[in-house]
């Protein structure tokens, strides 16, 4: 069982936008500004999507967000493509060493 | 360009042990932390553990502490994960992943390795 819980599945249409949630927040310590989001294609290992909270990486698109409130951050997508169809982890830190995951989402392009 | 290359997809028995590598290049390997996370089949993924390249400390996650050994060659810039007393649970890919900030634990997971799948079964 996972320390932060994410649904199992959304879908949404081409240019449409999804928002993916992560809750838990308020039983995993020290981790407020430590949210990060990967994606993860069929067969492909983790890519970084967002760091602390709300910052992407160079190459990432801006279609892609992130933000927190309370005990839940979230991951939006705007302006769908086939290509975003994927699995999305959620993360964070419990305490000083460790690392928890949330269970992933599958995101379907209709 | 960073690149972490893994070691080839590995059959065990249970109780067996199985040693993965993870050979970095393109950066400073001893400037950087190491994560190890896996992922079961249809799973999500776990974290597993950390290295410090530079002082060969590791820590462990609890669910493996007794089971998982870390360590790193400098001379080859290549980490190690080695999980010992297998059981069909632990068959799952195998990641490392580069902790992306120099010297810094608590950054995110900026490169990852392609994976290494561990099959235990008889």
């Known amino acids: 069982q996972s320390a932060l819980t994410q649904p199992r599945s959304v879908s949404g249409s081409p240019g449409q936008s999804v928002t993916i949630s992560c809750t838990g927040f308020?039983?995993?310590?020290?981790?407020?500004?430590?949210v990060s989001w990967y994606q993860q294609h069929p067969g492909k290992a983790p890519t970084l999507m967002i760091y602390d909270v709300d910052k992407r990486p160079s190459g990432v698109p801006d279609r892609f967000s992130g933000s927190k409130s309370g005990n839940t951050a979230s991951l939006t997508i705007s302006g769908l493509q086939a290509d975003d169809e994927a699995d999305y982890h959620c993360?964070?830190?419990?305490?000083?060493?460790?690392?928890?995951f949330g269970g992933g989402t599958k995101l379907t392009v209709l | 360009q960073v690149q972490l290359v893994q070691s080839g997809a590995e059959m065990k028995k249970p109780g067996a042990s199985v040693k993965v590598s993870c050979k970095a290049s393109g950066y400073s390997f001893s400037g950087y932390y190491l994560r190890w996370v896996r992922q079961a089949p249809g799973q999500g993924l776990e974290w597993m553990g950390w290295i410090n390249p530079n002082s060969g400390n590791t820590n462990y996650a609890q669910k493996f502490q007794g089971r998982v050994t870390m360590t790193r060659d400098t001379t080859t810039d290549t980490a190690y994960m080695e999980l010992s007393g297998l059981t069909s649970d632990d068959t799952a890919l195998y990641y490392c992943?580069?902790?992306?900030?120099?010297?810094?634990?608590?950054?995110?997971?900026?490169?990852w390795g392609q994976g290494t799948l561990v099959t235990v079964s008889s």
């Open positions: 308020n039983t995993v310590a020290a981790g407020d500004m430590y």
């Open positions: 993360s964070s830190y419990a305490g000083t060493y460790e690392l928890v």
């Open positions: 992943a580069r902790a992306g900030v120099r010297g810094l634990l608590k950054s995110p997971l900026d490169y």
